[in-house]
């Protein structure tokens, strides 16, 4: 009280500096005076990210649960400026409900003393910033539930009304009502208010994967320019595999359930001997590398998960169940590509599925007794998958082109016509399958009639499955543009010899490894070396060793009569009939 009079009476005086500082004075002891105050009510949008050097050990000091991100000690001493009665509105980075490394700041700052009085979930395109968020209200005198309400899926202009309607009409679409408390008891405290009550349950009678032994690993991240390839990048002479210079490597892909083409391939060396020691390189769990299991992409709204063959790396994206008995990875593939996995991880997981996330999934021991059945329907799409794969020339453990795995030869448009109609019967064994081991999986978690109904409700943009997966097809004119542009490609690359055009003739010369079994060394319809120099009078077309094509009617190595043979060997010496089919795709 006495600064403040001093600084009002400097103020009446006529020196500059002393009326300079009376006025920054008088502000500072506003702000203090505010400080000291308690309110009814706090509403803020706190800033977030790092702290800078100069308050982060007054953060710590203060703040012990601020996680380093500030946002966390601007809400917890917001509800410290609170009265008795009063309450905290925030709109946040929704990262802080949900990522397990803020753990300890939902229980002491938004469960603790059942504050919880309200969250509207907003999802993106709220704010300015490309954030994902949330809000809540923090209210110091409530014994109540809190009320929730989902509005992520709703344009951003229409939020506000869908969270008005649905609370004036007290609809229970999209509205939840739970305790605090019972979040406390989810993994990592995570706000998920839209847990279903199988998945309550389950993780009160159930084990982890991790604690019944199932453990998700992250694996390598190492400098992508430096040392990720596709297999065609690298040259064809190169063998691919654990004690080679190239390893084929798991980094995740396009939404694809129990099957991924392999294509990349990594600077690797034999146990990482080609990786320079750097900070753009971490080696994780090395003795886990090159073993079978499954594997999943670690990015995506909904977690699928895939075949891992032997002799394989994974990686920062690509994350790995490695060392798995066989009956194991297709019964744990059955769960992860389920919806009930799916969706359940997404109640306490973002966008980022890390391994730590995954292993705390409870892992139910009724699907013991149906491992039989889940094995066959896994396989199945398995098989159906490879099958596909094995047509398409960007995948290792291609073979020849589509159109030269159909027994069909009257026409390009049969041909066509065919393999549309196979890709839309396979499409339904996959979709048939999978509703079959939905069936499974939703007994072993005891899912009621009602939330099985639910699940695809509230799954309407998880991905329909198919066989092609990784390309449209949605009409046989589109699957004949494909198939055409497919084998003109395959008739380069044999004429460059990359590929040995005899599996054309009998895609039995080479045979795929089993689902876990090793990768070969080189991609199964590759003209190895070795083979070339084997090669005599009676190989079906003649290769350029030059690797230089000419567009030059009198050239041995002309372009297009080269491409011609290849035609030729390929539809069995009707090339000119071949060629005007795919003209008319």
């Not at 002491?108 to 968020?133: F, K, M, P, Q, T």
């Not at 040995?500 to 590759?526: H, M, Q, T, V």
């Amino acid at each position: 009280e006495a600064l403040r009079q001093y600084a009002e009476r400097a103020a009446n005086g006529y020196r500059l500096q002393r009326r300079l500082f009376a006025e920054d004075a008088v502000r500072g002891f506003g702000f203090v005076d505010l400080c000291q105050r308690r309110y009814d009510a706090v509403l803020m949008n706190p800033p977030f990210g790092e702290a800078s050097e100069h308050t982060q050990a007054m953060l710590n000091r203060y703040y012990p649960n601020w996680n380093s991100n500030v946002l966390c000690a601007f809400i917890a001493r917001a509800w410290a400026l609170t009265c008795h009665t009063g309450c905290v509105g925030v709109i946040y980075d929704r990262t802080a409900a949900v990522k397990s490394t803020y753990e300890e700041f939902r229980r002491s700052c938004i469960l603790a003393d059942n504050r919880l009085s309200a969250v509207a979930d907003l999802g993106w395109g709220v704010l300015d910033a490309n954030v994902e968020v949330t809000t809540a209200v923090l209210h110091r005198d409530t014994d109540d539930v809190c009320c929730f309400v989902d509005a992520r899926s709703d344009k951003p202009e229409e939020k506000g009304s869908f969270i008005a309607q649905r609370l004036a009409r007290q609809e229970t679409s999209q509205v939840t009502w739970a305790f605090p408390s019972l979040f406390l008891c989810l993994p990592n405290a995570v706000l998920a208010y839209d847990f279903p009550e199988y998945l309550r349950k389950a993780f009160a009678l159930y084990p982890s994967l991790e604690a019944s032994g199932i453990a998700a690993a992250q694996g390598h991240a190492l400098k992508a320019e430096v040392h990720y390839r596709a297999f065609w990048e690298i040259s064809s002479v190169q063998p691919v595999g654990p004690s080679h210079s190239w390893i084929a490597v798991f980094k995740g892909g396009d939404y694809s359930p129990f099957f991924l083409k392999t294509h990349y391939v990594a600077l690797y060396g034999s146990n990482g001997s080609l990786v320079e020691k750097s900070t753009a390189n971490v080696l994780r769990n090395k003795a886990m590398h090159t073993l079978p299991g499954v594997a999943y992409g670690k990015r995506g709204d909904y977690l699928d998960a895939q075949v891992l063959a032997a002799g394989q790396i994974f990686t920062h994206e690509g994350h790995a169940f490695p060392n798995l008995k066989e009956n194991v990875a297709w019964i744990l593939l059955c769960l992860i590509n389920s919806r009930p996995f799916q969706y359940g991880l997404n109640c306490y997981c973002g966008q980022h599925k890390h391994s730590g996330y995954v292993n705390l999934f409870p892992f139910s021991p009724l699907l013991a007794d149906s491992s039989a059945e889940l094995s066959r329907l896994a396989k199945q799409v398995y098989n159906i998958k490879e099958k596909w794969a094995s047509g398409d020339e960007t995948h290792f453990l291609f073979r020849a082109p589509h159109i030269a795995l159909s027994t069909i030869r009257s026409s390009l448009a049969d041909v066509v016509a065919e393999t549309h109609s196979q890709l839309m019967r396979w499409d339904r064994e996959i979709q048939e399958a999978e509703e079959q081991i939905e069936t499974i999986i939703s007994h072993a978690y005891k899912l009621t009639d009602a939330e099985r109904r639910e699940l695809p409700e509230r799954m309407t943009n998880r991905p329909v499955d198919k066989t092609a997966y990784d390309t449209t097809i949605d009409s046989p004119v589109a699957l004949g543009k494909l198939l055409s542009s497919e084998l003109i490609s395959y008739c380069l690359g044999s004429v460059l010899g990359r590929w040995d055009i005899r599996l054309a003739l009998d895609a039995n010369l080479a045979s795929s490894p089993k689902p876990f079994g090793l990768l070969p060394e080189y991609p199964l319809a590759a003209l190895s070396s070795g083979e070339k120099s084997a090669l005599g009078e009676v190989y079906p077309i003649k290769y350029c060793k030059t690797g230089i094509l000419a567009d030059d009617p009198l050239s041995e190595h002309d372009i297009v009569q080269s491409v011609q043979r290849c035609l030729d060997v390929v539809w069995e010496n009707d090339s000119d009939k071949l060629q005007t089919d795919i003209l008319s795709f």
